[in-house]
């Protein structure tokens, strides 16, 4: 039973573990930073990320949307119905799909949040150099090309 404590502690000190609780509480405070930051345009930050990937791809189509947001099909429906009603986005049937584009409104809204948010990922990112952020893309590329759920 004395062997409990250390066994934990061990088990919390392994490197996989570490590294997913470290990646997990900065993307938290980063989340919630860009979420408040979203907030002043009255925008979620799934709100954002639709917009900023149709405004990206425009002629994407739901199915497309839905895939590189690893959300449902069902989920990616309401949030574009919302951003269709105010009036951000369209929906352009080309036979059995919906292709997506932004209206001049959405554009506009995006053109203002996207150099905000640069900007806040600017300030949070400089504790790191150049050469330490791009690797951290590279390893973090790496684990999301090798991890499939």
């Known amino acids: ?4 404590p250390s066994l934990s502690r061990r088990r919390l000190r392994r490197p996989p573990l570490l590294a997913w609780l470290r990646v997990a509480r900065v993307f938290q405070k980063i989340a919630g930073a860009s979420a408040r930051s979203f907030r002043e345009y009255g925008l979620t930050v799934a709100q954002f990320d639709v917009l900023a990937h149709v405004g990206a791809a425009p002629g994407v189509t739901q199915q497309e949307l839905a895939e590189a947001l690893l959300v449902t099909k069902g989920n990616i429906s309401q949030l574009l119905t919302r951003l269709e009603q105010a ?10 799909t919906n292709c997506l584009a932004l209206t001049a409104a959405g554009q506009e809204l995006i053109d203002q949040v996207v150099p905000v948010n640069e900007m806040l990922l600017d300030e949070l990112f400089a504790p790191l150099s150049a050469d330490e952020q791009r690797e951290l893309v590279r390893l973090l590329r790496k684990l999301d090309q090798q991890i499939d759920v």
């Not at 039973?1 to 409990?4: A, R, T």
């Not at 009036?87 to 059995?96: D, F, K, N, V, Y």
């Open 87 to 96: 009036g951000m986005l369209e929906r352009q049937q080309e036979g059995r």
């Open 1 to 4: 039973m004395n062997d409990l």
